[in-house]
């Protein structure tokens, strides 16, 4: 049969036309083979891109099949849990996890594999916070399968309920000294209630301290949120020596913290606990007081201990002059009849206390105020212009008009004035930051002349200013921090900052890096990336760190030629000692919009 087709086609095509048409065909056959060798090569290459990056990834990720089966896992995910691969391939969570972490983690499976849609969740395991994002896919063979990707968040969690803790701190505080007490042990209790709240106490104590005599008295007490203790006539009295931990806080003059390990109760099944906490409210150099948080589930810190002494301390300086103000008030009708009596009282005060008549000139002055202005003998001032000698300049150094003088509303109107954001001189010409008070002094029905109370508040406003800065800044870069954006978000919509530019950064492979080198290290890292930014941005141009490895710059009034500035700064950033690969922009994935954004979501 053979032959005879070849006999055949010997006689319809030349042999040398049958060579061409063979060589043709293998040639064909030859290029189908090479071209799909090089497309089988090309995959090949994009699979193991596609791998590589999957086993880079900082992110806990991985796949399961639809028996909820680990099908794949990465290095970061093998890193956490300390285990091979073969630990995990063709297990589940109910061999590999606690049961309620099981529970939660397979009720996330059925809701992908039911209804093929994604589902984020915040999971907290052995004391860290994960937010875990499940989604369907589709592995070999068409079968259905789950795709995981997981990442700790609890240094961010953290981050925002320490913010969180400042705001709530300066709160209580803006509301101690802005609420209307009918006693300071009214205040107290009031105070005291909101520290438990603070703290995540269970009970509170507020123990006075007589340093002359060495004993405490018990003032507040609070049972589980409610205050218990009520004004008393008798107060009953605690020797030093038999305080515990109060008197170490006395002694020592620092906070002192005791956390009892957590142990199952004899007989129950409760577990039994006691944590306390005493911090001592120092004014002067001396312990007036000492205050106790106790039964916090978690412990104490010392954070928590800072946040406690601060509060109580601004506190405390509010109570002690609302009360100097209520004693002065008090004794205002009898201030001629009495002088003797009241230049003692006036002579025993902190506070700066001085009279002037109708034409604002001295009329008596006490030695605290002598001392804060930098005089030695009351005839210095006495009979002389209060605003020509002490306040006739403004903050900034201007000159401060005498009709303009706030002091001297006290006299026409007949109303107390009160003023923090003013100076007064000394004799040297310097000035100091002041809180005064003005009263209008009365006899008879008719205004006389005023008394003005004032102190030094200059380390107080040191503090307020470093509060501020703390609220409104991260601490590591000094940059601002996601509060401030959120305060300063409406101003950023006015019309006169557009065209807008919006730089949203993150740092690539940062979690790598902490993990290799360690955190100090990535925290420098950090620092740098914030002055590379810092020095690559106009003086109106604003930039946040809103996270972890997060960085927002917001570009006022910019054009089309800044597009793509900030990437070619990144460069700037170097590697600091961290590994990267070639190409690799280690401030990480920028993009740059001109929309709008949402300070509670991301960049459109």
């Not at 001032?381 to 020509?388: P, S, V, W, Y």
């Not at 925290?523 to 927002?552: M, W």
Request: hydrophobic share 35%.
């Amino acid at each position: 049969m053979k032959m005879s087709l070849l006999s055949i086609t010997n006689q319809v095509v030349p042999m040398e036309v049958m060579v061409i048409m063979i060589a043709a065909a293998l040639g064909i056959l030859v290029f189908h083979i090479m071209r799909f060798r090089g497309r089988r090569k090309e995959c090949t290459e994009y699979v193991n891109l596609a791998l590589d990056f999957f086993e880079a990834d900082h992110r806990f990720l991985t796949f399961k099949d639809e028996e909820k089966r680990y099908f794949m896992v990465n290095r970061a995910f093998l890193r956490l849990h300390g285990k091979e691969k073969e630990d995990f391939i063709g297990k589940t969570d109910w061999e590999l996890q606690r049961n309620d972490l099981a529970e939660a983690l397979e009720r996330m499976d059925d809701h992908v594999l039911t209804t093929g849609t994604s589902l984020e969740e915040v999971v907290y395991a052995k004391e860290r916070v994960y937010r875990i994002r499940k989604f369907p896919v589709r592995l070999p063979g068409n079968k259905a399968g789950i795709g995981i990707n997981a990442e700790d968040i609890t240094e961010d969690i953290a981050y925002e309920k320490e913010l969180a803790r400042i705001i709530r701190r300066n709160e209580i505080l803006v509301s101690a000294f802005a609420k209307d007490f009918d006693s300071s042990h009214e205040q107290l209790d009031y105070v005291l209630y909101q520290a438990l709240e603070l703290t995540g106490s269970d009970y509170g104590y507020i123990y006075l301290f007589d340093e002359k005599e060495k004993f405490f008295s018990l003032e507040n007490f609070a049972v589980k949120g409610k205050v218990s203790s009520k004004r008393r006539t008798y107060k009953q009295n605690y020797r030093l020596e038999n305080m515990g931990l109060w008197s170490q806080s006395v002694r020592t003059k620092e906070a002192h913290i005791f956390n009892r390990e957590k142990r199952t109760a004899r007989n129950t099944e409760e577990e039994d606990y006691f944590n306390l906490m005493t911090v001592p409210v120092i004014l002067e150099d001396q312990v007036v007081a000492v205050v106790g948080v106790a039964n916090n589930p978690k412990g104490y810190t010392k954070v928590d201990a800072e946040e406690l002494s601060l509060l109580m301390i601004g506190v405390w300086n509010a109570k002690d002059r609302r009360e100097f103000t209520l004693a002065l008030r008090d004794m205002n009708t009898d201030l001629l009849e009495n002088k003797e009596k009241l230049t003692l009282i006036l002579n025993s005060s902190a506070d700066g206390i001085y009279g002037m008549d109708m034409e604002g000139n001295f009329t008596f002055i006490n030695q605290s105020a002598l001392s804060i202005l930098g005089y030695e003998k009351v005839l210095d001032l006495i009979g002389k212009n209060c605003h020509e000698m002490i306040h006739h300049k403004r903050k900034d150094g201007t000159v401060y008009p005498e009709e303009e003088c706030r002091i001297y509303d006290a006299i026409p109107k007949g109303e107390t004035v009160t003023c923090e954001d003013e100076v007064f001189l000394r004799k040297d010409g310097t000035s100091f930051s002041v809180q005064y008070s003005a009263h209008p002094q009365i006899r008879d029905g008719k205004i006389i002349g005023a008394v003005v109370t004032f102190s030094d508040i200059t380390e107080r406003k040191k503090q307020e200013e470093e509060v501020l800065y703390l609220t409104y800044h991260d601490p590591l870069t000094g940059l601002y921090n996601r509060a401030y954006l959120d305060k300063v978000y409406p101003d950023l919509e006015e019309e006169e900052n557009y065209p807008m530019s919006v730089v949203v950064g993150d740092v690539n492979g940062l979690k790598l890096s902490n993990d290799i080198f360690g955190h100090q290290r990535g925290d420098q890292f950090l620092k740098r990336i914030a002055e590379v930014i810092k020095h690559s941005i106009r003086e109106e141009d604003l930039v946040f760190r809103v996270g972890g490895d997060e960085f927002y710059l917001f570009l006022r009034n910019t054009r089309e030629e800044r597009k793509g500035r900030h990437e070619q700064d990144s460069e700037g950033c170097g590697d600091g000692g961290f590994p990267r690969r070639p190409g690799q922009h280690f401030l990480g994935d920028f993009g740059e919009s001109g929309r709008s954004y949402d300070p509670g979501g991301s960049a459109e």
